[in-house]
């Protein structure tokens, strides 16, 4: 049985799915603070099965204790719970430090008395900063980290790192991800919208469906060639497969150290007008935008070197950007008809 915290959420969906259609059995546990149960019901319509769910707070020990007392067949946990809302952590950085860190910690507590030995850490390319050279690998160093939340997760991979280097029976990936964009392709999972989104996928898709006036692009004064940042968008399905490839490392006793780090991204990088673009060629929908100042802690441009991870766990983003984006529309119409 695998352990998927955050497992109603985005992406923890998305390899919940990916798990069950390998064969293995899911227990999710989230507290719902960032998404909701009926996600539950988009896994089994794509599935044919529920997973197991448990709802409550990582930040509760006696609650995670008692959960691994109940379920004592786990054999590996893929961590997602945690905020992850940049502009939010620097509202609130106190939330995003306890919050983010003590569901860490508490989970390493309960691992370090049962018998779970395998650790998924759902970490992020923003502990990159703005990094220096492009495309960042796996050896780029960190930076200081734009926001509190890159910080978490800076962070949490040096306690992950500290707790195997006393010598903890552990071993752990941690799977830095780009941009995590785009749906299942059954339309049935996929971002669901808490407020107004500050990513540009679920921005781009509400204002393809008239719930924005238009979409702002955010400063095209940038030093790339069409002006607009660049990212390395990732389609949710590739980079939830990647967490099976973890698993099927791990597991085996496969890895070559017992800690490892991957960069899941596509390799390429990707401009905001190139974006807008390439929506409206794959789905053939006309985007209203207006390109207004900066974002403050925008990264002028990043993408990741994927051959780490490319040739150690055997993965690669196989999805066309236009399949992406036409997923996440398929999404959009399908949660907006939905909630009529
Ligand atoms: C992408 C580009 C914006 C919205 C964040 C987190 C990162 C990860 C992914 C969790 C930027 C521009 C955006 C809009 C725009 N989250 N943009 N208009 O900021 O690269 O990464 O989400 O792990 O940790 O930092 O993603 O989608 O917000 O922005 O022009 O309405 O789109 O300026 O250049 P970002 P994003």
Request: aromatic share 10%.
């Amino acid at each position: 049985m695998i352990l998927v915290t955050g497992g109603t959420g985005f992406i923890g969906s998305h390899t919940a799915v990916e798990l069950m259609e390998a064969g293995y059995e899911v227990v999710i546990i989230d507290d719902l603070s960032n998404s909701n149960e009926a996600v539950l019901d988009g896994i089994k319509k794509i599935t044919g099965k529920k997973p197991l769910f448990e709802k409550f707070d990582l930040c509760n020990l006696k609650l995670v204790d008692d959960f691994f007392k109940q379920y004592n067949t786990i054999k590996a946990i893929i961590h997602f719970a945690a905020k992850k809302a940049v502009p939010e952590s620097i509202e609130k950085p106190l939330l995003y430090y306890e919050n983010n860190l003590v569901s860490l910690i508490n989970l390493f507590k309960l691992m370090l008395k049962s018998s779970i030995r395998y650790f998924v850490f759902s970490s992020s390319c923003t502990v990159y900063g703005d990094a220096d050279e492009l495309p960042v690998t796996e050896k780029t160093p960190m930076k200081k980290a734009n926001s509190p939340y890159g910080n978490t997760k800076q962070i949490s991979e040096e306690i992950i790192e500290d707790i195997i280097a006393a010598g903890h029976p552990v071993k752990a990936v941690s799977l830095r991800y780009f941009n995590p964009i785009g749906a299942h392709p059954s339309g049935f999972i996929g971002e669901l919208p808490v407020g107004i989104p500050s990513n540009l996928v679920p921005f781009i898709t509400q204002t393809a469906f008239g719930i924005h006036p238009e979409l702002m692009v955010y400063g095209n004064n940038y030093n790339t060639p069409d002006g607009t940042c660049i990212r390395d968008y990732i389609d949710v399905v590739d980079l939830s497969k990647a967490h099976i490839k973890a698993i099927e490392r791990l597991l085996p006793g496969k890895m070559k150290s017992d800690f490892e780090i991957f960069n899941l991204g596509t390799g390429k990088g990707v401009s905001v007008f190139e974006m807008i673009h390439v929506f409206e060629k794959a789905t053939n929908v006309k985007l209203k935008f207006r390109v207004t100042g900066r974002r403050e802690g925008d990264v002028e441009q990043i993408w990741a070197d994927t051959s780490y991870a490319n040739k150690e766990l055997g993965w690669k983003a196989e999805t066309s950007l236009e399949d992406t984006l036409r997923s996440a529309w398929k999404w959009e119409k399908y949660y907006r008809n939905q909630s009529k």
